[in-house]
């Protein structure tokens, strides 16, 4: 299985988050902390606000916080937010893609039933197992 970088990063952020649960963070802090680009932290940030995961406040003193504790958030869930719409492989996608074998295919059933196990796997652990430490040096 391979995440796109839109959930390694939404996971980053997760995990950052976590780890000061009461302080609420910059999509630019999170920018700078982790080396990536703010616009598209933006987008993530956006999609985990709409999942329910983060509530976000705009202005002086605003930024993003989790919506629910962190133990109470399974890595399942948010894999299967930020990876909605991204198809394992072609034929799983809308309209089943350009595939030849796709009514003799044994592989499709193995892949789903894979990809299922991953997830569920996923679910057995929360955020809360996975926070980072706080930076050295970090004001909360």
């Keep these: 299985m391979r995440l796109t970088?839109?959930?390694?990063?939404?996971?980053?952020m997760l995990m950052r988050m976590a780890s000061a649960p009461d302080r609420a963070f910059s999509t630019a802090e999170l920018a700078e902390e982790f080396g990536l680009s703010r616009n598209h932290l933006s987008k993530i940030?956006?999609?985990?606000?709409?999942?329910g995961l983060v509530s976000t406040r705009r202005g002086g003193g605003g930024g993003a916080v989790l919506a629910h504790p962190a133990r109470d958030i399974r890595l399942g869930a948010v894999v299967r937010l930020l990876e909605e719409g991204?198809?394992?492989v072609e034929c799983f996608g809308?309209?089943?893609g350009d595939c030849s074998i796709s009514g003799c295919c044994g592989l499709k059933a193995r892949?789903?039933?894979?990809?299922?196990?991953?997830?569920?796997?996923?679910d057995r652990t929360t955020l809360a197992e996975i926070a980072l430490p706080e930076p050295q040096g970090a004001s909360t």
């Excluded at 970088?5 to 980053?12: I, V």
């Excluded at 892949?111 to 996923?122: G, H, I, V």
């Design 5 to 12: 970088s839109f959930t390694d990063y939404g996971l980053r």
């Design 45 to 51: 940030m956006q999609k985990l606000a709409q999942g």
């Design 86 to 88: 991204q198809a394992l």
């Design 94 to 96: 809308p309209g089943g």
């Design 111 to 122: 892949l789903r039933s894979a990809e299922a196990a991953f997830l569920t796997d996923l």
